[in-house]
């Protein structure tokens, strides 16, 4: 397994990128950005990428994208996906962390019915901040989540002085 990140402008990844986006929009409903929006978004914001083949090890099989993320200048996660064959493995979390190193207030939209992406979220310290109606183009509402490292810190710090005299 490979970790590449790709800045802004760099676009080597967005068209594997898209096609692992459009299959588990396929199969799943989820991530259905159109590619006007999806492209102009990546090209315009950092890229966190894994990716596994291409070497002995996987018997020079092609490199294929196997987890992506896509976070804005403010910490915004903007897209989320692992294939659905490299789920569980921890793929996930090593995406979001990689976020995480940029930025210490990470915030993201879940599809209020996406039950397996809150849950996700909140296993990883993400808290849902607000409920937004019809966030969807599809009418569908949202989970509006943030996880803020700052606050972890402070609360950390707290626990230390509490036991100060
Ligand atoms: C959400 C998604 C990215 C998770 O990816 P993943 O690689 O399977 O997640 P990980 O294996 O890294 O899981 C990280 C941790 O979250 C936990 N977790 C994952 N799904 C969970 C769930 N539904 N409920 C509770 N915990 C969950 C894992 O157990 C793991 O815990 P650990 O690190 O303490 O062992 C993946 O399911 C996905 O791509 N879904 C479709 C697209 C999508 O919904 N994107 C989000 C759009 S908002």
């Given at each position: ?9 760099d676009?080597?990844y ?29 090209e ?47 793929l ?60 972890s ?12 005299d």
């Amino acid at each position: 397994m490979r970790y590449d990140r790709s800045p802004r402008k760099d676009t080597s990844y967005l068209d594997e990128v898209w096609k692992l986006k459009q299959r588990i929009r396929r199969e799943e409903g989820y991530l259905c950005q159109t590619w006007e929006f999806f492209s102009s978004s990546y090209e315009n914001n950092t890229a966190h990428v894994l990716l596994e083949g291409g070497d002995e090890e996987t018997n020079g099989e092609e490199e294929k994208v196997v987890g992506f993320c896509v976070v804005r200048g403010d910490g915004y996660i903007l897209f989320l996906g692992v294939d659905s064959d490299y789920r569980g493995e921890g793929l996930g979390r090593v995406l979001v962390e990689k976020a995480g190193e940029d930025y210490k207030v990470l915030t993201c939209h879940a599809r209020a019915s996406n039950d397996n992406a809150v849950e996700f979220y909140k296993h990883l310290g993400f808290e849902v901040d607000r409920y937004v109606d019809s966030y969807y183009q599809n009418g569908e509402d949202a989970k509006y989540m943030s996880r803020d490292d700052r606050e972890s810190l402070r609360s950390r710090i707290s626990d230390v002085l509490k036991g100060e005299d």
